[in-house]
């Protein structure tokens, strides 16, 4: 199809987006079992018995793990029910060494939630645990197939997950984005998910359907499966929508399936045809007893609830930061924790900033590393700002500071000190540089004395270049109006 019939065509259809999440919880072990779930070590040397399903052994859950989903199953506005299960999933991959899965099906621990985003309230069903599998690590090549083997790293397996599935809510790939960026903001600001995408922390699956304008009854949805970035989320849903669109146009059906996303060819691949939950046989764990979750023990974690994002926002706002300001800055949870602390020291809200926004992000990005692997510490960024808003130095002279304490540390008054850049507010002093550029630049003066009044900005210019930009700014303007005009 050409560009402008895809466009024609995307007119007539309505997409139906859902999304389901997991996300590793940030528990020391696994769910059930007291392997560490560290990432990154060698493969096979976090498993034992119980993760491996060895005849004999018992799951135990982690407490810890349950205390994680009541704490997101509030900050997402969900009902925690007094009783939940765990039921075993039963499907065979070489990854699943049990070949079953303890998960929760029709009792999970978090029900009935929902997000907000843009002004639109999108629903979440359920969140429930579940241990994760291990890894297939494909090796060699083999021409198509691209490996010519596989191999299993059980490291992952038994690893706590929270499965978080919205409702059928969105209708853009821009909406599904965006509901994933809130939800991992949520996550990693109540401490139960780093939100690492690249590691695989945090992974989403993308149920995606249309239907003609105007049609009530849902089409067919295909799975996209272990989406792993933002852009490629996007990126999946929109090539997703176009193949759909093209193949109910041919007057053909669309087949419920799961596919797989290929970022390089930009591409989504069928895998295998939609299981629906009765092919998975659950049935109760016979060896984990229902849960119950007192309302008292739900009272608890409510009242160790942190501030959520939806709240940092409004309170940067009543700092004097725009919308966009505040929301850029609590995307950014390192930054946002270093910034609240810089203001609690007594820092200026918004020349914090503007410092943060500006300066300080410009120099992580071109160094490649984040605020805490510089040497800039919260006292020295305070006192910087303090230095700046009460006049004892140039905002021009913190920018110069603040890469100097990104690189060396120290503190922001001994720097000054020692270059000799605090502010010069001396009124004879300043006055004698005005009136010395004054004179040297008398061809100028005349122009300005015959109207050219834009020209007071080149004589500012000139003392600060005079002064390498320590002249006080409200001073200099008052001095320099004076020998002019005189």
Known sequence: MSTATIEELRKKYEVVIGLEVHAQLKTKSKIFACDSTEFGNEQNTQVSPVTLGMPGVLPVLNKECVNMGILTGLALNCTIPQYCKFDRKQYFYPDLPKGYQISQYDQPICVNGHIDIGGKRIGITRAHLEEDAGKLVHMGSSGIAGSSYSLVDLNRAG??????????????????????????????????????????????DANISVRPIGQKEFGTRAEIKNVNSFRALQRAIEYEIDRQIDIVESGEEVVQETRLWDDNQGITKSMRGKEDAHDYRYFPDPDLMPLEISRQWVEEIAAKMPELPQQRRQRYISYGLTPYDANVLVEQMDIALFYDKAVNLGADPKVANNFLMKEIAAFLKEEKVTIEETKLTVESFAELINMVTSGAISNNIGKQIIITLLKEGGSAKAIVEKQGLSVISDEGALKEICQKVVDANPSQVELYKNGRDKLFGFFVGQVMKETKGRANPQLLNKLLKEVLDK
């Open 159 to 204: 690893t706590p997950l929270l499965e978080i599935v919205s409702e059928p809510d969105m209708r853009s790939s821009d909406e599904a984005r965006a509901y994933m960026e809130e939800l991992r903001t949520t996550l990693r600001y109540i401490g139960v998910c780093d939100g690492n995408l690249e590691e695989g922390s945090m992974r989403c």
